[in-house]
């Protein structure tokens, strides 16, 4: 069964870092690019981040490019998103997806992403 599990979320203050991981059962995510995702309440979902498959090139929203790092770990069938320098305006809950293409396409459209997790929630709070 194919699926993701998002994991490393939590309550951290403003200037903050949180590791959030993305692994995959059920296939090899490194056939694909990944994307990281946020919806906060009242939002719609907007994409933070990719990574492409075998070059892993990774791309970043202009909101988070500086602080945040998309990375990947084919052996363990996992990516990540390290997060520093965190502001109150992070916070969402944060879902990674599978994209349907190996390279990331931008735009970063959620409808380009075929399987995802069920979020983990990030807030940013002093």
């Known amino acids: 069964q194919l699926q993701l599990v998002e994991s490393g979320g939590g309550l951290v203050q403003p200037g903050g870092s949180l590791r959030l991981s993305c692994a995959a059962s059920?296939?090899?995510?490194?056939?694909?690019?990944v994307g990281w995702f946020r919806q906060a309440p009242g939002k719609e979902r907007e994409g933070v981040s990719c990574?492409?498959?075998?070059?892993?090139?990774?791309y970043y929203a202009n909101s988070v490019k500086g602080r945040f790092t998309v990375s990947r770990d084919n052996a363990k069938n996992t990516v990540y998103l390290q997060m520093d320098s965190l502001k109150p305006e992070d916070t969402a809950v944060y879902y990674c997806?599978?994209?349907?293409?190996?390279?990331?396409?931008?735009?970063?459209?959620?409808?380009?992403?075929?399987?995802w997790g069920q979020g983990t929630q990030v807030t940013v709070s002093s």
């Open positions: 997806a599978k994209s349907m293409f190996r390279l990331c396409v931008l735009p970063q459209g959620p409808y380009r992403y075929n399987s």
């Open positions: 990574i492409g498959s075998s070059d892993g090139t990774p």
């Open positions: 059920g296939f090899t995510l490194d056939y694909y690019a």
